[in-house]
C-alpha cells in the first residue's frame, strides 16, 4: 500500500503565482486534511473533508482552497500565492474523524514563496 | 482559547531515561496524541490516550491525567534513532485535533 502520496515535495513560486498540492491515499479513508507546519508552531489545520463531496475549513483556511470529488483525492490549491504561505504542507488522512483514529500523513510538500 | 504546552527542546543521553511533558486547555476532550517526527519527515503516531493512567508500548510509555490537564511521554533506554521531534495533539469537544509544538529531543552518546 502506498498510503498517502503528497506531490511535489519541493515547490518555488512567485507571489501571485497559483499551484496545486496532490494528495491521494489509498486506504478508504474517510476524513482528509491538510495541514501547514510552521517552525515554533503546532500543525494548523487548514481545510478538512470528512467524506467525498463535503469539505470545511480548519484554523487557517484564507488563500486556499480544496475540492473532494472522490474518495481518494484531496487537492490543495493556492490561489495567488503570497510570501507568508512559505511553510511545509502535509496531507493526512484517517478512517474517520473521531475517536482514536490514526492520522496518516503524507511525507510532506515544501512551498516557498518568493 | 485552546492551548497546549511542551517543553521546546530537551537533551538526554543514549541509554537513560527522558520523560517529555505536555500540559493542555482545550474545549473538552476527546483523547491525547503522542506523534513522533524525524527531522525533514512526517509525523507518525506513537500512543493514544482517553482514560487516565499509563499505557506501555515497548520503550514507550504514555501517561494521562484529565483532571490535572496532563500527559507525558516515557522514553527508556534511550537509543540515537530516538532523536526526533515528538508531538503533543488533543481531540476537542469538535474531533478537531489542537497540536503542540513540538519537544525537539537530542540524544548524546
Known amino acids: 500500500n502506498a498510503g498517502v502520496t503528497q506531490t511535489p515535495k519541493f515547490q518555488v513560486l512567485k507571489t501571485g503565482q497559483s499551484m496545486t498540492l496532490q494528495c491521494a491515499q489509498d486506504?478508504?479513508?474517510?476524513?482528509m486534511s491538510w495541514y501547514r507546519q510552521d517552525p515554533g508552531m503546532g500543525l494548523r489545520l487548514i481545510h478538512y473533508?470528512?467524506?467525498?463531496?463535503?469539505?470545511d475549513q480548519g484554523e487557517v483556511p484564507n488563500g486556499y482552497n480544496v475540492s473532494r470529488s472522490t474518495t481518494e483525492d484531496f487537492p490543495l490549491r493556492l490561489l495567488s500565492a503570497a510570501p507568508s504561505q512559505t511553510s511545509v504542507y502535509f496531507c493526512?488522512?484517517?478512517?474517520?474523524?473521531?475517536?482514536?483514529?490514526?492520522?496518516?500523513f503524507g511525507a510532506g510538500s515544501r512551498l516557498t514563496v518568493l | 482559547g485552546q492551548n497546549i504546552d511542551q517543553p521546546t527542546e530537551m537533551t538526554a543521553t543514549e541509554g537513560a531515561i527522558v520523560q517529555i511533558n505536555c500540559t493542555y486547555q482545550?474545549?473538552?476532550?476527546?483523547?491525547l496524541f503522542w506523534y513522533q517526527q524525524h527531522a525533514g519527515e512526517a509525523p507518525t503516531f506513537l500512543s493514544y490516550?482517553?482514560l487516565d493512567g499509563l499505557e506501555e508500548k515497548g520503550r514507550f510509555s504514555s501517561f494521562l491525567s484529565r483532571s490535572k490537564g496532563y500527559s507525558y511521554l516515557l522514553l527508556k533506554e534511550l537509543q540515537m534513532k530516538d532523536s526526533a521531534s515528538y508531538l503533543c495533539?488533543?481531540?476537542?469537544?469538535?474531533?478537531?485535533?489542537?497540536w503542540g509544538a513540538g519537544t525537539k529531543l537530542i540524544i548524546k552518546p
Open positions: 493526512a488522512s484517517s478512517l474517520r474523524i473521531a475517536g482514536a483514529n490514526v492520522l496518516t
Open positions: 490516550n482517553v
Open positions: 473533508s470528512v467524506g467525498a463531496g463535503i469539505t
Open positions: 486506504m478508504n479513508h474517510e476524513y
Open positions: 495533539a488533543v481531540l476537542d469537544s469538535n474531533y478537531q485535533l489542537i
Open positions: 482545550t474545549s473538552g476532550f476527546n483523547g
